[in-house]
């Protein structure tokens, strides 16, 4: 069965430093990829998504992620985080009917001044 | 506001009741989705439409649980005689095209919370 597991329920950064969440997926063929940030009061709000070609996929407010069949990972990077990035973080996968996406049970990311 | 809504923001019922939840989507989109979420955890998929018609459901919805989506615009969940492990965020979404270049765009949920 698919499944996707991010391993840090919290992750505690300084602002300008850089910051990797990691996500893993269980997946038979080749994946549908999403990173999505939910901001409190906010709906989530799609970053990024990897559906084949190039493993490294740039996406919005500066993120970028990389796809490792290898490792069955597909990590979430920033090279420098601001206080506004303070968010929870969820990696996904689509189905294999494509009608829906399974979830992570997302990242917390806590920003030190 | 063009984004997804849905109405209303928080609804607190007593268990056996009966309640309803409205989703109005992006307009020109024409798939539709329910998930569900509970604190610390992602979201967990309840159901799925394609314009009017409902493609797939979730075998974890038990039969207290139906959705709609008339005329393929906006959709309502429904969920009769509540039990309080109902309580949770219910989130749509909807997005438009194919699923393999599917970008969805949710709405800021509903909080329920069953007493």
């Known amino acids: 069965a698919q499944s996707v597991t991010q391993p840090d329920i919290h992750i505690t950064v300084s602002e300008g430093a850089s910051l990797e969440l990691r996500c893993n997926y269980s997946?038979?063929?080749?994946?549908?990829l999403f990173w999505y940030v939910q901001s409190p009061g906010q709906g989530l709000q799609l970053l990024l998504k990897y559906f084949s070609g190039d493993t490294l996929v740039q996406g919005i407010k500066g993120f970028e992620a990389e796809f490792k069949r290898s490792q069955s990972s597909f990590n979430l990077r920033k090279p420098s985080v601001h206080w506004s990035d303070a968010a929870e973080y969820f990696c996904?996968?689509?189905?294999?009917?494509?009608?829906?996406?399974?979830w992570g049970a997302g990242t917390k990311l806590i920003i030190k001044p | 506001d063009t984004g997804v809504s849905q109405d209303p923001r928080h609804k607190i019922t007593k268990r056996g009741q009966n309640v309803t939840f409205r989703c109005d989507p992006i307009?020109?989109?024409?798939?539709l989705y329910w998930y569900r979420q509970t604190l610390g955890q992602g979201p967990e998929f309840l159901t799925y439409?394609?314009?009017?018609?409902?493609?797939?459901k979730s075998r974890l919805l038990s039969d207290r649980f139906s959705a709609e989506r008339p005329k393929g615009s906006f959709s309502t969940l429904e969920i009769q005689r509540t039990e309080q492990g109902d309580s949770a965020m219910y989130l749509c979404?909807?997005?438009?095209?194919?699923?393999?270049?599917?970008?969805?765009?949710f709405g800021s949920g509903t909080q329920l919370s069953v007493l």
């Open positions: 307009s020109e989109h024409n798939r």
């Open positions: 439409f394609q314009n009017e018609a409902q493609l797939e």
């Open positions: 979404a909807s997005g438009q095209g194919d699923a393999t270049n599917e970008k969805l765009f």
């Open positions: 997946y038979g063929a080749t994946p549908y």
């Open positions: 996904a996968v689509a189905s294999e009917s494509n009608y829906q996406l399974i």
